[in-house]
C-alpha cells in the first residue's frame, strides 16, 4: 500500500497521529480509512502528513529521515520506545525517553564498548554524546557542553548522573602507588580521591536541592551547571558547580501530594532522638511550613539517603560542626512557621501572645529573643536621616517571617554549593580545558504561568537560540565543504524578537525592575505599562476580557498565558533590615558567615520622600531577582558560546510514571518545548537527507537504466546522469564533493519509484520464470511420448527378430568389423576439436585478461604520477598557507594588544565617570539645598509683589477719580503725581527684584538640567564601556572562528581565483571575437556576393550533373536489358555464374540507392530553392511598400519645411522694425551666431554624410539584380539607411526651429538667417533629387525581381519536365529489374514513406505550434499597443494639470494683489489715526497751556514732540507715494498676466483640442486593424482545423499502409526462409574455415605483441622504480618540512591560543601528509609485486605459445577436411536454388502489382502535401503583412511621441518667456526705485528754498517721469508682444 502512495499520518485525539490508507479525493479534502479499525473519515489535505518508508522505520537518527514531520519523528519514537531503545539522535542532538524502569545499559562493559567509538559506530546513548565530547575536547582542545533539558520527570538529572559517571571512569586519574586504594563506586567503578568527591556531590545537592512533586519523586528544584575541568593529558583536574533558580517557596508550603526539600525528611527522620532534641527538632506533624506533613515516597528510605547524604558530605571534607550548625539552621527554618501572631482589637499592631517558638529560633540563630520579636512586631525604619519605628500588621509579620525562612535556607544552599566547589578545586593540577554539563528545567507552559516560568523559559529560548545557531553552523559548514551552493542563515535571529522582549531595556524585565522602584506601583500597573509599550510588537499579546491570564508571550515553542499576581514581590524579594542586622551581628559564626554578604531589599530602600519640588532620587541601590538571573544567565550563555555544544533533551513519556506507555499529546508537546520539532523545521530549510555517490547509484540504478555506460565512471558524473536521467526539480538536490544531498521527501519519493521498478520487475521475472518451467514440463512430457514410442517400435521389432538366425548371426559378426568403428573415430576427432577450441577460447580470454592488467598498470602508474604532482602542489600550498597564517597571526596578536590597551583605557574611564558621578551626586544636593533656599525667599517676593499689585489697582482707581474731577482738582492732582511717580519708581525696582530672582532660577534649573544631562551621559557612557567590553569579548571569541574561516576563504579564494582567470580568459577572447565580428561584418558584403556566384555555380552543376545522370540511367537501362537477358539465359549456369550475377544485383541495388538519394537531393534543393524564392520576393514586396511609405513622409516633411520657411519669412519682415534695437545687441550676440553658424557645419557635414550613404545604398541597389540572396539583406540595409535620413531629417528640423526660436529671442542677424534659408532650400531641393534617385532604383528592383521570377518560372518548369521525364525512366527501370529486388525496394520504398510521414506530421505540428507562437505575440504586441495608448492619455492628462498649475499660478498673483490693496487701505486708516490723535494732542496741549501756568516747563519737550509727530507724517507720505506706485505697478502685472494666461489659454485648448482629434484617429484605426486581425485569427483557426483533419486523414492512411506492408513483409519472410536456411548453412561452413585461418594469425600476432608487451613492462617497471626514489625524496623532504613546521610551533606554543590552534590544524595536516605518503609507499610495493607477477605470467605465456602453434597445424589440416565437405554441400545448394525459383517468380508477380498500387497512392498523397504546403506559405505571407501593419502602427506612435515632446518644449520655452519678462519687471523696479531715492536726496537739498513752489516744481517733474516711464514701458510691453507673436 505504501509503494502505491496510499498510507499517511491523520492526527488522531489520544493516539496523536495514526496511520491510514487514501481510498479517493473530495475537494479539498480526502476520504481515508484507518488501518488499526477500518474506519472511513474525512480528512482535509492539510492534516495530513507524508509517511516514510519501511526502510526508515526505527531510525537511529531522525534527520535522516525524507519525510520530516511531527507524526513521522513521533512513529520513530514510539517504534523505538517499544522496542527498549531510549535513546534516538535528531541530527546534532540525543533525545530520551524516560523509560520509567532500570536498564542494563549503564555498567562497566557498556562504558568499555562506547569508550573511543565514533558515533556512527555504536548504537544512540548518553555515553555516545559524552565520548565524543571527551574526544573532541582531547583532539581540538576546545571546551564542551553538555546540555540536558527537559520537564520535570524527564530524567535529567539521571543523564547527567550517567555523563558524570562515564567521564569519571574514562579521565580518572592513576593512583599514585599500590598503597593508595582507589575507592569504589556503588556499581562496582573504581575511581580516584577527586573522582569520587565528584560523583558524591550529586547525592548532596540531591538532598538539599531536590523534592517529590506530582511528576517526579526525585525533581531537581533548581539549575545547576557542573564544570569539569581536564589537564592537558585528559585527566580530571577539578571541578565546580553553579546554581539558578532555586525554588525557595517550597519551603514554606507545598502543592498537594508533594514534598518539600527531601533533607528535611531525612533530618528528622535518619537523626537519632538525643540529636533531635539538641537541635531542637519536633515530629513532621508540628511544623506548619510542612503542609503535607511526613509524607513517605514509595522506593525511597529517608533514613538510608540520611546517611548517605552524611557519607557524602564527610568525603566533601565537611566538618562535623559544619553539619551540626547546617541542622541547626534547618530546624530554625522549620520553627519560623510555628510563630503564631495575632491582631489588637483598636490597633493595626500585631502580637505575639506565646515567644516560646521565638525563643527556640533565637537559640537556634545565636540571636536575642527581644530583638527577634521586636524586629518582627515593631521594625525601625529610616524616613529621611531618622529612624521611625513602624508598627505591622499580622500579614505584614507574617510575610516577612517567611520572606527570612526562605531567604535561611537559600543562603545556606548557596554555602552549600560553595563548600562543595572548594573541596573540588583544591587540586594543583592546571585545567588545561573543561566540559560543562547543564541540568536546567526545560520549557513550562501552565494554565497560568508566573513569574518563575518567565525566567525558565526566557532561559530555554537562549539555549534554543544557542542550539539553532549551533546547529545550521555545522549544517552549513559540511555544505561548504561539500562545495554546495549555498547562502549562509543564522537561524539564531528567528528567537531574537522574544528575546528582546523579555531582556532589552523598556522589555519585561526592565519595566518589573522600574516598577519596583515606585512605591504606589501595583501588578495591575505594572501590566497596564507593559500593554502601553508593547501593544505593536509581533511577539506580544494582550489579554481577552474573559482569560484570567495578564497578556501572553509568542515563544518558539508556543504561546504562554502569563499571570502578573506578585511579580513584583517576587522580583524585589524583600527583607527585613532589622532581622538581617541581627542575623549578620549573631553569636553562632556559621549563621554570621551565611549572613555576611547579604544584599539587602528592605523597606527602607522602598521608601521615598514626597517634598514641594516633587519625588527625590533614591539614596540607596539595590540588585533585583531578574537582575541578578540576567547576570547569571549572561555568564551561562557566554560560557557555553565558547565552548562546543552537545545536546540532550530529556522526555516524559507519561504522567503516570508507567513503563512501556506513550502519552502521545505530551510527547509532542514536550518535542515542540524542546526544540526537537524546531531543529527539524530548520533541517527542512537545508538538505537534510543525503547518500555517497556509491550507494546513490546501487541503490536507484533501476531507475536510470541504460544512462550509465558499461565501464568505470566517476561517482559524481554517475549521479549526474541519473539525476538529469530522472527530471528532478535543481532546487530539490545539491551535488556535493563526495555526496549527494536532498531536500526533505525527495528520498521518499524515490524509494516509491524503485518500490513499484521492483514489483514490475519481480512480476516480469516471476512470468519469466513461470513460462520457462512450464516450456520444460512440455517438452519432457513431449521426449517421453517419443521416447515411449521408440521403445515400442523397438520391442515389438526385438520380438520379429529374437528368433531369426540371420539376426542372431548379425549380432555376432557386427562388433569385428572395421567399418562400424569409423564413427567412434570420427567422434574422438570431434571430441578432441572440441577440446582445442577450448583451449583456444582459454588462451584468448587469459590474453584479453593480461592486457587488461597491464593497461590497469598503466592506469595506476599515471594516478600515481598525478597524485605526486598533487602532494608537491599541497606542499608548496601548505608552505603559502603557512607563511599567510603567521601573518595573520603576527596582525591578530596586534589586534589583542590594541584591543587590551583599549579594555584598559576605557576601564580608567569607568574609574573616572565613577569619581564624577559622586562629585555631581554631592553637588546635585547642594543645588537642591539652595533650591530650597531660593524657593522660600521666591515665596517671599511672590507675596510682596501681590501686596504691590492691590496698591498699584488703588492708584489706577485715584487716577480715575483725578480725572474725573481734573477741572476742580489741580493742585491735588499734582501731589498725585509725584505720589504715583514715588509709587512707579518702587513698582519698577520691585519688578526688577523679580526680574533678577527670575533670571536666577532660570539659571539654576538650567545648570540642573545641565548637571542631568551630564549624568545621563555618564550613564550612556558607562553602558556604552561594558558593551564594548562584551563587543571585545564576542571578538576575541569570533577571532577564533575567524582563523577558520579565513582558511575555507583562502580556498574559496583560491577556487574565485581561478574562476577570475577564466572570467579574463573569456573577456578576452570575446574582444576577439568582437574584433573579428567587426572584420567579419566588413567582409560580409563580399562574401554574400561570392555565395551568390556560388549559388549560380552549384546550378550549372547541378544541371551538368542532372545530364550525367540521365546518361547513367540509359547506360544502367541497357546494361540491366542485358543483364535480364543473360539471366534467363543463364538459370541453369553454374554456382560461379549466380555469384557473379548476386555481386551485380548488389551493384545495381547500390546504384538505385545512389539515383533515389540523388533524387531526393534535387526535389529537396527545388523546393528550397522554391521556397527561396517565394520568401525573397514577398520580401522585396515589403521593403517596395516600406519605401513608397517612406516617399510619402519624406513629401509630408517637405511640405512642412515649406510651411516653416513661410513663417520663417513673416517673421523676417516683422523683425526688420526692430533693426535698430537689435544692432545695439548685436556685438553681445556675434559669439552666440559664431556657435550656430558651428552647428549649422556640423548639419551640413552630417547631410553630406547621408548623402555617401545613399551612394552605397544606390549601389547596393543596382547590384541587386545579379545577387538574388543577398537581396534581404541589401534591402534592410537600405530600409534602415532610410529610417536613418529620416531621424536625420527629424534632427535637422528640430535643431532648424531651435535655431529660429533662438533667432527670435535674440534677433541676430538678418544676413545669417538668409544663408540658413538658403541652405535649407538647397537640403530640400537634395533631397527632392535623391528621392527621384530612390524611385529610379526602385524601378530598376522591380525590374530585376520581375526577371527573377521569370528566371524562377522557367526553372520551375525544367523541374516539372525533369521529374515527368524521371518518372517515365522510373517505371522502365522498375519493369527491368529483377522481381526479388522489386520486393526489397518496394519494401525499402514503403519504410522511407513511413519515416517522411512522419517527419511531415511532426513538421505539420511544428507549423503549427509556430501559428500559435506567432499569435501569442501578436496579442503581446496589441497589449504593447494599449500601453503606448494609456502613456498617451497620461500625458494628456500631465499637460491639464500643468495648465491648472498655471491657472492656479495666476489665482495666487490676484490674491497678492488683493492683499497688497488691504495693505495700503490700513495704512491709510492709520495715516487717518495718527492725524486724529495728533489734533487730540494739540487740543491737550492748547489746554495745558490755558490751564497751567507752571507748563512752561514742558514747552521744549512739546516742541520736540511736535517734531517728531511731523518728521512721521513726512515719512508716512513717501510710504503712502511709495504704495500707490507699487499698486500701479502690480495693476499692470495683473492686465499683463490676464493677456497672458488668456493666449496661454487659447493654445491649450487648441493643442488639446487637436490631440484628442488625433487620439480619436488613432483609436479608430487601432478599432479596424483589430477586426481585421480577429478575421485573420478566425480564417488562421480554421485553416489549422482544416490541417487537423488532414493530418487524421494522413494517419488513416499511413495505418492502412502499414497493414499491406505487414502482409508483404509475411509473404516475403516465407519465400525468403528456405533460402536463408541454406545460406546460413553455407556461410557458417565457410566461417568455421575462415576463423580457424583468422585464429592461427592472431595467435601469431598476439605473441608478438606479448612480446613488445614484455619489453614495456620491463620499462615500465623501471620507470616505476624511479617514481619510488623521487616519492621517498618527496617525502624525506615532506618530514623536513614536518621537523621544521613542528619546531616553529612548538617556539610560537607561548603565543596564544590561536597560534596552538594552528600547531593542530597544521600537525593534523602533516599527519594527513605522512599517511598519504605511507599509502603511496604501500602502493608502490603493489605496483612491484604486481610487476613480479606480470613477469611470471609472461614466461607462462610463452609456454603457451608453443603449444599454440602446434595446435594450429592441426587446425590447418582439419580445415582441409572442411573445404572438402564444403564442395559437396555447394553442389546439394544448386540443385534446391533451382527448384524454388519456380516458386518465388509466382510470389513476385503478386507484390508487383500490390506495389504500383501502392505508389500510386504515395503520388496522391505527395500532391496533397505540396498543397498543404502552399497553404501554409499563404498564412506565413499574411502573418508578415500583419507584422509590417504593427511595425507602421509603432512608427505612428513614435511620431505622437516626438509631436507631443515638441509641444512640451513649446511649452518650456513659453514658460523661460515669461520667466524672462518676469525678471525685465524686477529690473525695471529697481530702477524706478533707484530714480524715487534719487528725487528724494533732491528734495532734502532744496529744502531751504520755498517749499511750495519747490514741492510744485518736483510734483510736475515726477509726473513727468511717471508719464515717460510708463510711456516706455507701454513701448516695452508692445515690443514684447511683437517677439511673442
Known sequence: EWSQKRLVWVPHETAGFVAASMKRAQGEEVEVELVETSKKVLVSRDDMQKMNPPKYDKQEDMADLTCLNEASVLHNIKERYYSGLIYTYSGLFCVVVNPYKRLPIYTEKIIEIYKGKKRHEVPPHVFAITDIAYRSMLQDREDQSILCTGESGAGKTENTKKVIQYLAYVAASKPKSSSHLPATNEGGLSFGELEQQLLKANPILEAFGNAKTVKNDNSSRFGKFVRINFDASGYIAGANIETYLLEKARIIRQAPDERTFHIFYQLLLGSTQEFKSNILLEDAKNYTFMTQGGLRVPGIDDIEEFTATQNAMKVMGISDDDMTSIWRVISASLLFGNMEFKQERNTDQATLPDNTVAQKVAHLLGIQVTDLTKAFLKPRIKVGRDYVTKAQTKEQVEFAIEAIGKATYERLFKWIVTRINRSLDRTKRQGASFIGILDIAGFEIFELNSFEQLCINYTNEKLQQLFNHTMFILEQEEYQREGIEWKFIDFG???????????????????????????????????????????????????????????????????????????????????????????????????????????????????????????????????????????????????????????????????????????????????????????????????????????????????????????????????????????????????????????????????????????????????????????????????????????????????????????????????????????????????????????????????????????????????????????????????????????????????????????????????????????????????????????????????????????????????????????????????????????????????????????????????????????????????????????????????????????????????????????????????????????????????????????VEDLDAEKEARNKAEKQKRDLNEELEALKNELLDSLDVTAAQQELRTAREKELANIKKSLEDETSNHEQMTTDMRHKHSHEISQINNQLDQLKKTKTQAEKGKSQLEAELADLANELKATSGN??????????????????????????????????????????????????????????????????????????????????????????????????????????????????????????????????????????????????????????????????????????????????????????????????????????????????????????????????????????????????????????????????????????????????????????????????????????????????????????????????????????????????????????????????????????????????????????????????????????EDALKQLKKLQQAMKEIQRDAEEAHASKNEVLQQSKDLEKKIKALESDLVQMQEDLSAAERARRTAESERDELAEELSSSGSKGALAIDEKRRLDARIAALEGELEEEQTQSEMLMERARKAQISIEQLTTELAGERGNAQKMENSKMMLERQNKELKVKLEEVENSNRAKAKAAIAALESKVSNLEEQLSAEAQERMLAAKGNRKLEKKIKELLMQLEDERRHADQYKEQNEKTNGRMKAMRRQLDEAEEEISREKAHRRKAQRELDDFVESNESMNREINNLKNKLRSAGNVVMAAEGFKDKKREKEQNDK
Open 1219 to 1612: 533693426k535698430q534695437e537689435a544692432e545695439r545687441k548685436r556685438k553681445q550676440l556675434e559669439n552666440h551666431a559664431g556657435e550656430l553658424n558651428a552647428k549649422l557645419t556640423e548639419s551640413e557635414s552630417r547631410c553630406t554624410e547621408a548623402q555617401e550613404r545613399l551612394g552605397k545604398i544606390l549601389n547596393e541597389m543596382e547590384s541587386m539584380g545579379s545577387q538574388l540572396q543577398e537581396a534581404e539583406t541589401r534591402a534592410s540595409q537600405a530600409s534602415k539607411s532610410t529610417d536613418g535620413l529620416e531621424a536625420q531629417l527629424s534632427e535637422v528640423a528640430a535643431n532648424l526651429e531651435e535655431e529660429t526660436r533662438q533667432k527670435l529671442a535674440v534677433n541676430s542677424k538678418l544676413r545669417a538667417l538668409e544663408n540658413e534659408k538658403e541652405h535649407l532650400l538647397e537640403q530640400v531641393e537634395e533631397e527632392e533629387g535623391k528621392a527621384k534617385t530612390l524611385e529610379k532604383n526602385l524601378t530598376t528592383a522591380s525590374q530585376q525581381l520581375a526577371d527573377a521570377r521569370r528566371k524562377a518560372e522557367e526553372e520551375s518548369e525544367q523541374v516539372a519536365k525533369l521529374e515527368e521525364y524521371k518518372k517515365k525512366q522510373m517505371k522502365d527501370f522498375e519493369e527491368m529489374q529483377h522481381r526479388m529486388e522489386e520486393v526489397q525496394s518496394s519494401n525499402e520504398k514503403l519504410d522511407k514513406s513511413k519515416k517522411k510521414m512522419s517527419a511531415e506530421l511532426d513538421d505539420a505540428n511544428i507549423e503549427l505550434d509556430s501559428h500559435r507562437s506567432k499569435v501569442l505575440e501578436l496579442e503581446k504586441k496589441q497589449r504593447n499597443f494599449d500601453k503606448i495608448l494609456a502613456e498617451e492619455k497620461m500625458n494628456g492628462e500631465r499637460i491639464s494639470t500643468e495648465r491648472d498649475n498655471a491657472e492656479r499660478d495666476a489665482r495666487e498673483k490676484e490674491t497678492k494683489l488683493l492683499n497688497l490693496n488691504r495693505g495700503l487701505e490700513e495704512l491709510q486708516a492709520q495715516l487717518d489715526e495718527s492725524e486724529r490723535s495728533r489734533r487730540q494732542l494739540q487740543a491737550e496741549l492748547d489746554d495745558l497751556v490755558n490751564t497751567q501756568g507752571t507748563a512752561d516747563k514742558n514747552v521744549h519737550e512739546l516742541e520736540k514732540a511736535k517734531r517728531q509727530l511731523e518728521q512721521e507724517l513726512v515719512e508716512q507720505k513717501t510710504q503712502l507715494e511709495e504704495l500707490e506706485d507699487e499698486l500701479q505697478q502690480t495693476e499692470d502685472q495683473k492686465m499683463r498676466l490676464e493677456v497672458n494666461m488668456q493666449a496661454l489659454k487659447t493654445q491649450f485648448e487648441r493643442d488639446l483640442a487637436a490631440k484628442e482629434e488625433a487620439g480619436e484617429e488613432k483609436r479608430r484605426g487601432m478599432a479596424k486593424q483589430i477586426r481585421d486581425l480577429e478575421a485573420e485569427l478566425d480564417e488562421e483557426r480554421k485553416q489549422k482545423q482544416a490541417a487537423v483533419n488532414a493530418k487524421k486523414k494522413l494517419e488513416t492512411d499511413y495505418k492502412d499502409l502499414e497493414s499491406t506492408m505487414d502482409m508483404n513483409n509475411k509473404l516475403k
Open 493 to 1095: 535571529l528567528d528567537l531574537q524578537p522574544t528575546i528582546d522582549l523579555i531582556e532589552k531595556p523598556m522589555g519585561i524585565m526592565a519595566l518589573v525592575d522600574e516598577e519596583c522602584w515606585f512605591p504606589k506601583a501595583t501588578d495591575k500597573s505594572f501590566v497596564e505599562k507593559l500593554v502601553t509599550s508593547h501593544a505593536v510588537h509581533p511577539k506580544f499579546v494582550k489579554s481577552d476580557f474573559k482569560s484570567t491570564a495578564d497578556f501572553s508571550i509568542l515563544h518558539y515553542a508556543g504561546q504562554v498565558n502569563y499571570s502578573a499576581a506578585q511579580w513584583l514581590m517576587k522580583n524585589m524579594d524583600p527583607l527585613n533590615e532589622n532581622i538581617v542586622q541581627y542575623l549578620q551581628a549573631s553569636q553562632d559564626p556559621f549563621v554570621c558567615h551565611i549572613w555576611k554578604d547579604a544584599e539587602i531589599v528592605g523597606m527602607a530602600q522602598q521608601a521615598m520622600t514626597d517634598t514641594q519640588f516633587g519625588r527625590v532620587t533614591r539614596k540607596g541601590m539595590f540588585r533585583t531577582v531578574s537582575q541578578l538571573y540576567k547576570e547569571q544567565l549572561s555568564k551561562l550563555m557566554v560560557t557555553l558560546r565558547n565552548t562546543n555544544p552537545n545536546f540532550v533533551r530529556c522526555i516524559i513519556p507519561n504522567h503516570e510514571k508507567k513503563a512501556g506507555k506513550i502519552n502521545a499529546p505530551l510527547v509532542l508537546d514536550q518535542l515542540r518545548c524542546n526544540g526537537v520539532l524546531e531543529g527539524i523545521r530548520i533541517c527542512r530549510q537545508g538538505f537534510p537527507n543525503r547518500i555517497p555517490f556509491q550507494e546513490f547509484r546501487q541503490r536507484y540504478e533501476l531507475l536510470t537504466p541504460n544512462v550509465i555506460p558499461k565501464g568505470f565512471m566517476d561517482g559524481k558524473k554517475a549521479c549526474e546522469k541519473m539525476i538529469e536521467a530522472l527530471e528532478l526539480d535543481p532546487g530539490l538536490f545539491r551535488i556535493g564533493q563526495s555526496k549527494i544531498f536532498f531536500r526533505a521527501g525527495v528520498l521518499a519519493h524515490l524509494e516509491e519509484e524503485r518500490d513499484l521498478r521492483i514489483t514490475d520487475l519481480v512480476v516480469k521475472f516471476q512470468a519469466y520464470c513461470r513460462g520457462l518451467l512450464a516450456r520444460r514440463n512440455y517438452q519432457k512430457r513431449v521426449q517421453q511420448l517419443n521416447a515411449i514410442r521408440i521403445l515400442q517400435r523397438n520391442c515389438a521389432a526385438y520380438l520379429k527378430l529374437r528368433n531369426w538366425q540371420w539376426w542372431r548371426l548379425y549380432t555376432k559378426v557386427k562388433p569385428l568389423l572395421q567399418v562400424t568403428k569409423n564413427d567412434e573415430k570420427v567422434m574422438q576427432k570431434e571430441n578432441e576439436l572440441k577440446e582445442i577450441t577450448e583451449k583456444l577460447h582459454h588462451h584468448e580470454a587469459e590474453v584479453q585478461n593480461l592486457d587488461k592488467q597491464y593497461q590497469q598498470a598503466l592506469e595506476e602508474k599515471n594516478i600515481l604520477a598525478e597524485q605526486l604532482q598533487a602532494e608537491t602542489e599541497l606542499c608548496a600550498e601548505a608552505e603559502e598557507m603557512r607563511a599567510r597564517l603567521a601573518a595573520r597571526k603576527q596582525e591578530m596578536e596586534e589586534i589583542i594588544h590594541d584591543m587590551e590597551a583599549r579594555i584598559e583605557e576605557e576601564e580608567e574611564k569607568v574609574l573616572k565617570s565613577g569619581e564624577e558621578r559622586k562629585k555631581l551626586q554631592q553637588h546635585i544636593q547642594d543645588l537642591e539645598e539652595q533650591l530650597e533656599e531660593e524657593e522660600a525667599a521666591r515665596q517671599k517676593l511672590q507675596i510682596e509683589k501681590v501686596q504691590a499689585e492691590a496698591k498699584m489697582k488703588q492708584f489706577e482707581e485715584q487716577l480715575v477719580a483725578s480725572d474725573d474731577f481734573k477741572e476742580k482738582f489741580g493742585k491735588d492732582k499734582k501731589n498725585l503725581e509725584e505720589k504715583l511717580s514715588d509709587v512707579s519708581a518702587t513698582l519698577a525696582e520691585e519688578e526688577e527684584k523679580a526680574k533678577h530672582l527670575l533670571k536666577l532660577k532660570a539659571k539654576h534649573e538650567s545648570t540642573i538640567g545641565e548637571l542631568e544631562d551630564k549624568l545621563r551621559k555618564d550613564n550612556q557612557q558607562k553602558q556604552e564601556v561594558e558593551r564594548a567590553k562584551r563587543k571585545c569579548e564576542t571578538e576575541l571569541g569570533d577571532m577564533k572562528e575567524q582563523v577558520l574561516e579565513r582558511k575555507q576563504q583562502v580556498e574559496e579564494i583560491q577556487l574565485q581565483l581561478g574562476k577570475r582567470e577564466e572570467e579574463v580568459a573569456q573577456a578576452l577572447m570575446k574582444v576577439d571575437e568582437e574584433a573579428a565580428a567587426k572584420a567579419n561584418a566588413q567582409k560580409a558584403l563580399r562574401e554574400l556576393e561570392s555565395q551568390l556566384g556560388e549559388v
